[in-house]
């Protein structure tokens, strides 16, 4: 590999302060995911009402023809703009992982968009003409809605769920194996599932500021109820997502890190405290629900909808495309050659910050380069923190065995020089950038030394053989 065939090269780089890259990305994805997956479930809902109101339930119609529907058509468009908002932020992030998936899935993404536009069409035609429709054709707009938005969470469900596990795919199987992978459909039913939860809640809030006696909104309660009941097959859904993770992912998330426990911990029980009150108060003992609980609930469920797309994100770590790709948007090929020319000999983009002297400089470079998209300097994640208590040889030994120091962080991608560089940067911040730091010039045992460290690290990440 040439140095200028360095992925480092291809693409500008982005500081985003201290906000971490993979923070960026995942803030915009936990609200998309949440109103895209609303609008699924509040489509299929509006459906059922449209059906209820026809056979003779009384203020269905008023039901799917108000409020209900504003909302629906508001999550779609905020959806819509989160989802080019997801666009903007990963080609910034992480380009080359979106530059491969569209090479793997062109036309499965093609396939998504033509559905995404269905649903579009489909739901701004029914906003703007369904009251002067006639039955059949409400009806049949409403089922067409609810499909096409449920049928672009298929296709992009596909292509989520490949690059936690592309099963076949990495043994040459082609699109469709990587398509039909094996979380594939764990996570579409599980979606699904979530899907008509927040619709049902999201109902339940709506009917509650209806103008309607008690005993009539309690009658539409019930029937929008019945649309949270899948929230009772969502803790098999999970065990079996979990069961098809690699093992070492599936590691991380009980008890292997930290962070990623509590937020398994966190989305299961928001999960359970949604479920158990749906099946046991709504379902089972047809309570009524008024509108504060419905908002707590609906509340909850975002809490364990962030909570899950985080733990899904991280426990790629430390790849975005599993075995394909580091976060880094090194390939693991790459790190073999990278340990040769060096993390940055390729990186033609000026720093942010003037640096004193050439080496601190570096080291800035090689953490945009290598860590960057899961830590800042003083921010999230924060590599300052994080080291304060290291002495410079533990920092030397730590970094050049970077895969070894935690399974869920790639390989350290760089030569001798770059960890040296890296650890002065490091000692530098941590004294809160003295003036006249000097970096003592590190001495050819040292690097003598880091060399060793990264060769018995190996270039393999740490699940792989060495
Ligand atoms: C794929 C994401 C990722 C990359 C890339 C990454 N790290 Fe990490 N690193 C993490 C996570 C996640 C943690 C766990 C933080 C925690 O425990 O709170 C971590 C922990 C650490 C720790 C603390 C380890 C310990 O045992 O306490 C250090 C030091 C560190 N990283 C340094 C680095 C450096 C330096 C780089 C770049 C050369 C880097 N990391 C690249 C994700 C990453």
């Not at 899935?105 to 009251?131: D, K, Q, S």
């Not at 989520?160 to 194996?177: F, I, K, N, S």
């Not at 999201?202 to 109820?225: E, G, K, W, Y």
Request: net charge positive; charged share 15%.
């Amino acid at each position: 590999m040439s140095p200028i065939d360095s992925p480092i090269a291809h693409y500008p780089v982005n500081d985003f302060g201290p906000l971490m890259k993979g923070l960026v990305i995942g803030g915009v994805g936990i609200v998309h995911v949440f109103l895209a997956q609303f609008a699924i479930g509040g489509g299929m809902l509006m459906w059922y009402f449209e059906r209820l109101g026809q056979r003779g339930l009384p203020d269905a119609r008023t039901f799917v023809d108000g409020y209900f529907k504003v909302l629906v058509l508001v999550s779609f468009v905020v959806g819509a703009l989160t989802g080019v908002a997801m666009w903007f932020t990963t080609i910034q992030v992480g380009a080359r992982t979106i530059g491969l998936m569209i090479d793997e899935f062109h036309w499965l993404w093609a396939t998504e968009w033509v559905w995404f536009a269905v649903e579009i069409t489909a739901g701004y035609a029914f906003y703007r003409a369904g009251r002067r429709l006639g039955g059949r054709a409400r009806l049949r707009l409403l089922a067409l809605y609810a499909l096409a938005s449920w049928m672009s969470l298929f296709w992009i469900n596909g292509i989520l769920a490949w690059q936690l596990t592309p099963g076949r795919w990495l043994d040459g199987g082609g699109m469709w194996a990587g398509f039909f992978n094996p979380s594939f459909l764990p996570s579409l039913l599980f979606r699904t599932a979530v899907s008509t939860t927040l619709g049902a809640l999201a109902a339940c809030i709506v009917i509650n500021t209806m103008d309607l006696p008690r005993d009539r909104r309690a009658q539409l309660i019930r029937r929008a109820s019945r649309f949270a009941a899948p929230i009772a097959v969502m803790p098999v859904l999970a065990l079996w997502f979990a069961a098809v993770l690699p093992g070492d992912s599936r590691s991380w998330l009980l008890g292997g890190s930290m962070a990623m426990t509590m937020f398994v911990g966190v989305a299961a029980g928001a999960s359970l405290l949604v479920g158990g009150y749906v099946i046991a108060g709504l379902i089972v003992q047809r309570l009524y629900i008024n509108g504060a609980t419905a908002t707590l609930l609906l509340g909850l469920a975002f809490g364990a909808t962030a909570a899950g797309e985080f733990v899904r994100e991280g426990a790629r770590k430390p790849y975005t495309v599993r075995g394909v790709l580091y976060s880094t948007s090194i390939r693991p090929d790459e790190v073999a050659a990278l340990r040769r020319t060096g993390a940055t000999a390729a990186d033609p983009y000026p720093l942010r910050e003037r640096y004193p002297g050439e080496q601190l400089a570096r080291g800035a470079r090689v953490e945009r380069a290598l860590c960057d998209a899961c830590h800042t300097m003083r921010g999230a994640n924060a590599l300052v923190e994080l080291t304060r208590t290291w002495a410079d040889d533990q920092l030397r030994l730590n970094l050049a065995k970077l895969q070894r120091t935690k399974g869920f962080m790639p390989p350290f991608a760089g030569n001798a020089e770059d960890v040296e560089a890296l650890v002065q940067l490091l000692r530098w911040e941590r004294d809160d950038r003295p003036a006249g730091f000097a970096a003592p010039p590190a001495s050819p045992e040292t690097l003598a030394q880091i060399a060793r460290w990264l060769d018995e690290a190996g270039t393999a990440a740490a699940g792989e053989p060495r």
